[in-house]
């Protein structure tokens, strides 16, 4: 199991809020409806890699179902910063990029591949957000996100003997991203995760049930406290987690 703290918090925050995609809505449709266009953005996928993912993270949860989420970025509009374990392109830029990629939202807005959406807010400034993006991107020495992306692919492929990375303190690389980039924003990102395992589903609990804990650090004198207590909206069209693409790809080759 992973260490964590549990929370004194008896209720959910409610400053989260669930909102229902309309019918037929993509996720690029929803954000835009819910006029969202910047803070933590989480993605749960239902390809074979992002079910890996959200199994993996069910040793965070008590229920150890797996997690709604799969990645993690911090959202600017009509794209996102993250370290994309699908998607990497040029492997050369890997290193020089520190594994940071800016995506567009629209390759990830298809419900049936990407069920599940969350805009999740916890800095009160998020111009200085962007700003350390640029630097854990220049700076290697402030996350190694590459040794990150090595260990997840190594996983989520099966490679070896590979076994869950989030049990041996490695944690989700955009997930990693997410919360270096805080840090540097002097937000602590996860209070209830007592390792490096950082990934989507610490940040989802953080925002859920460490309310108080934000409350108080929010109320302190800034600028050494630039959190707000978490708030924005969410989406969850598949709850349990399936490779509905998987198998729909298995179909395709038995016809």
Same mark, same amino acid.
């Given at each position: 199991?992973? %260490?964590v703290r549990q929370s004194p918090e008896a209720k959910g925050n409610r400053q989260l809020q669930h909102e229902p995609p309309q019918?037929?809505?993509?996720? %690029?449709?929803?954000? !835009?409806?819910? #006029? ?14 992002? +079910? ?15 997690? +709604?989420? %799969?990645? /993690? ?7 996102? %910063?993250? @370290? ?6 040029? !492997? ?30 916890? /800095? #009160?400034? *998020? !111009? ?26 190594? +996983?989520?492929? $099966? ?14 690389? $955009? @997930? ?13 990102? =996860? ?8 990934? *989507? ?5 953080? /925002? #859920? ?8 650090? @929010?109320?302190?004198?800034?600028? =050494?406290?630039? $959190? /707000? ?24 080759? #038995?016809?």
């Amino acid at each position: 199991m992973i %260490s964590v703290r549990q929370s004194p918090e008896a209720k959910g925050n409610r400053q989260l809020q669930h909102e229902p995609p309309q019918p037929g809505e993509t996720n %690029s449709q929803w954000l !835009a409806r819910l #006029k969202q266009r910047e803070g933590v953005l989480l993605i749960g996928g239902s390809a074979l890699a992002h +079910f890996r993912i959200r199994v993996a993270q069910s040793h965070l949860r008590k229920d150890l179902l797996p997690s +709604f989420w %799969s990645l /993690a970025g911090i959202l600017d509009g009509d794209r996102f %910063s993250t @370290a994309p374990l699908d998607g990497l392109g040029d !492997a050369s830029l890997v290193p020089l990029n520190n594994g940071v990629q800016t995506c567009r939202v629209a390759d990830y807005s298809e419900p049936e591949r990407y069920p599940n959406i969350a805009v999740l807010h916890f /800095a #009160k400034d *998020p !111009a200085a957000l962007r700003e350390n993006i640029k630097r854990v991107q220049s700076d290697r020495s402030i996350i190694d996100l590459p040794a990150l992306i090595l260990e997840w692919l190594g +996983f989520v492929w $099966g490679a070896g003997q590979r076994g869950n990375p989030l049990l041996q303190g490695h944690g989700l690389p $955009g @997930a990693a991203l997410v919360e270096a980039v805080h840090g540097l924003s002097r937000i602590e990102l =996860t209070p209830g995760l007592s390792s490096a395992s950082s990934c *989507p589903e610490a940040i989802w609990q953080s /925002a #859920k049930w460490w309310r108080s804990y934000y409350q108080e650090t @929010a109320g302190a004198t800034a600028p =050494t406290h630039a $959190g /707000a207590v978490p708030s924005g909206y969410y989406a969850i069209r598949q709850e349990a987690a399936a490779a509905v693409e998987h198998e729909r790809k298995k179909r395709r080759v #038995k016809s």
